[in-house]
């Protein structure tokens, strides 16, 4: 059972340019979130999607934007690179089998850097 | 608001038990995670408690859950140089409205083992 896959490994931008990250969730998961994480840091959360729209969001601009396409796989576009954006990007899969429960599985993340 | 806030750094020597120590603020808190981070690589799930629960023990892993402190810790028995990593305490918030959660990270504590 493949878990969640992430391309590319890793990026390199220079400012101003956009960029497209993409994640295929674990099988049989519905739900993919985004999380950014900054050197030395936690990740942080920036939206999460399933059923196609996007259903809650942290505390990111609109420069971060995000699709979810049939097959459950998803993008997160980020347009207008600033230095700021260099991180990890990692995106998670969950499901809401038995209930409410939705434990997210992290995939190996693509890390991004913005010269 | 969502806070959660770890110790940076500890160090035990190889077979010695660890304890890392996790606060969180929002009391909302339904589920807390602990996630294993190797360099380089994406987050481990390694062991949740839901917030109603005080212990669970899973092999190796123990986690402490005090409410009234808001208080979570995770016990590593025996510990291997394997366990080296860096280990973060997740809070996730139920969302009524959709039933899908974010997560919330605290900053990480980086476990060191000494052979």
């Known amino acids: 059972d493949a878990g969640v896959t992430q391309s590319p490994t890793h990026l390199i931008k220079t400012r101003g340019q956009q960029v497209t990250l993409r994640c295929s969730p674990k099988?049989?998961?519905?739900?993919v979130s985004w999380y950014q994480q900054a050197l030395g840091q936690g990740p942080q959360f920036i939206f999460q999607?399933?059923?196609?729209?996007?259903?809650q969001r942290g505390n990111f601009p609109d420069r971060f934007s995000g699709h979810q396409f049939p097959n459950y796989s998803s993008e997160l576009n980020v347009n207008a690179l600033l230095l700021g954006d260099s991180a990890l990007y990692l995106c998670?899969?969950?499901?809401?089998?038995?209930?409410?429960?939705?434990?997210?599985?992290f995939g190996p993340g693509t890390r991004l850097t913005v010269l | 608001g969502e806070d959660v806030e770890q110790s940076l750094f500890l160090s035990v020597r190889e077979g010695d038990s660890s304890v890392i120590n996790c606060t969180y603020t929002?009391?909302?808190?339904?589920?807390l995670y602990w996630y294993k981070q190797e360099p380089g690589a994406g987050l481990q799930l390694l062991t949740y408690?839901?917030?109603?629960?005080d212990m669970k023990q899973d092999q190796r892993l123990t986690v402490l859950l005090n409410k009234k402190d808001k208080h979570l810790s995770l016990r590593i028995a025996d510990t291997q140089t394997g366990d080296s990593a860096i280990y973060f305490c997740?809070?996730?918030?139920?969302?009524?409205?959709?039933?899908?959660?974010?997560?919330?990270f605290g900053s990480g504590t980086r476990l060191q083992v000494q052979p």
């Open positions: 998670a899969s969950s499901d809401k089998s038995g209930g409410k429960r939705d434990t997210q599985y």
């Open positions: 099988s049989g998961h519905d739900t």
């Open positions: 999607y399933y059923e196609e729209e996007e259903r």
């Open positions: 929002d009391s909302s808190s339904t589920y």
């Open positions: 408690i839901f917030s109603n629960m």
């Open positions: 997740a809070e996730s918030i139920d969302q009524m409205d959709t039933g899908r959660r974010a997560l919330t």
